[in-house]
């Protein structure tokens, strides 16, 4: 079974906090993907990663940033967190793109970031 | 502009019923399709994937897709209370990258 692990499911931090969300995968993924999701707005790709020590901007960027110095290991990175922060973080994992499968995504158990 | 839209529902169902869910996206080129369901606090958790025309089926589940209408859609059979979630569809666009672009969302209620 594919596993996506993250580091907490619940976190409250402190306007202008540093925020490290950390996501791992037990399946040799080589895509690893960062949303947010919101009431109204649905999921929204921040970054995402198809190898190692690469990334891709994803539909919303702005105030996140990202890290993948191991293939399993997908870090998001609020700089200077604001209120406007808060929200369920879900981390997902995926072979490349080819069909018949491989290119379904395995989210993980989400992290509920409040900012105050 | 990659778009997927869902009707946000409700839909109310009894149960036993048939629950039929729509999505159509914006993309003629798009090869893959996905289906997903969220319950309430919980992540999403993928119930089908769906490729090429027809009908795919999985137990209760069938999916259904129509690229020329670009049009996919999900029905559930027989459906349970359990089966209460919010389903999501969930496109690849074609853009070199396999990111998922989700719709909002419907919401699927089964009444006993």
């Known amino acids: 079974d594919v596993k996506v692990t993250q580091s907490s499911r619940y976190l409250v931090k402190r306007t202008g906090e540093k925020v490290f969300l950390e996501c791992v995968q037990d399946m040799d993924h080589e895509n690893m993907f960062w949303y947010r999701q919101d009431p109204g707005l649905g999921l929204r790709l921040i970054y995402f990663?198809?190898?190692?020590?690469?990334?891709e901007k994803g539909d919303i960027p702005e105030g996140y940033s990202v890290s993948r110095e191991k293939k399993e290991r997908f870090s998001l990175i609020l700089e200077s967190a604001s209120t406007n922060q808060t929200s369920m973080y879900l981390c997902a994992s995926s072979y490349p793109s080819g069909g018949g499968g491989t290119d379904t995504q395995y989210f993980g158990p989400g992290t509920r970031l409040t900012v105050l | 502009q990659k778009e997927v839209e869902q009707n946000s529902g409700p839909l109310s169902v009894p149960e036993g019923a048939i629950a039929s869910l729509n999505c159509t996206y914006s993309?003629?080129?798009?090869?893959?399709f996905f289906w997903y369901r969220q319950y309430s606090g919980k992540s999403p958790e993928l119930i089908m994937s769906i490729y090429s025309n027809g009908d795919k089926e999985d137990g209760r589940f069938t999916a259904q897709l129509n690229k020329a209408s670009q049009y996919v859609s999900l029905l559930i059979r027989d459906s349970q209370p359990s089966d209460s979630a919010t389903y999501l569809c969930a496109v690849i666009f074609p853009s070199g990258y396999s990111t998922l672009t989700f719709g909002k969302g419907t919401m699927l209620l089964v009444s006993p």
């Open positions: 993309d003629r080129g798009s090869q893959s």
């Open positions: 990663s198809y190898d190692v020590k690469m990334k």
